[in-house]
């Protein structure tokens, strides 16, 4: 059973980022996939749940970046280093992959996953990363790497909403500007010291 999720989250995903999210079918997965829609709608209610559990278990292989974010010194390099995996994450997916997924958000789910102001209602790892986010910017501000006139859940959900428009810019315009780039100067400027 294990696999034949997979293989689905696997196929669909690849097919998204060739295809198009919004030209491909569940009947074109299941046909992929050499399965019934009965089996799709077994293992994921939706094509948009696919993405989304998709996105979800990006946040959750963060351990990837953990070797990396010990041997930092710095509370704000650490900052930076694991927002930096959630900005590779999304420019992974693809511009027309990302648009698609921030519209599905929007219409089925409040943006449950593009809102500063509802990460609570977030997939597990996704909450967990803004927990870690959110101890990492306390850290800077007592090591006197960023301002202590911050207000940390404040600064948090600026910089999310920085990533949000950056993000629904950069898919709109089909990836066509440094998405990386853009976002590090706005976190200098947030994260200031």
Not at 4 to 12: G, M, P, S, V
Not at 129 to 153: C, F, G, K, V, W
Request: hydrophobic share 35%.
């Amino acid at each position: 059973m294990k696999n034949t999720r997979e293989t689905i989250l696997n196929t669909a995903i690849k097919l998204f980022k060739n295809e198009g999210y919004e030209q491909v079918s569940v009947n074109e997965i299941c046909r992929q996939c050499g399965i019934t829609k009965g089996t799709f709608y077994y293992h994921f209610k939706s094509k948009y749940d696919i993405v989304f559990y998709y996105y979800d278990q990006m946040f959750h292989d963060v351990s990837i970046i953990l070797p990396d974010i010990i041997t930092l010194k710095s509370a704000r390099e650490k900052l930076w280093k694991v927002y930096e995996y959630s900005i590779d994450i999304t420019i992974s997916l693809s511009p027309s992959l990302l648009r698609s997924l921030i519209i599905e958000d929007a219409l089925h789910n409040d943006l449950r996953y593009f809102s500063p102001y509802r990460t609570q209602n977030a997939g597990f790892f996704h909450r967990s990363y803004s927990h870690m986010i959110l101890d990492l910017i306390r850290q800077a501000q007592t090591d006197r790497e960023i301002s202590h006139n911050l207000d940390p859940e404040g600064a948090f959900k600026a910089y999310t909403a920085a990533i949000i428009g950056v993000a629904l810019d950069w898919s709109c315009c089909g990836g066509k500007y440094d998405e990386k780039e853009r976002l590090k100067e706005i976190f200098d400027t947030i994260f200031h010291r």
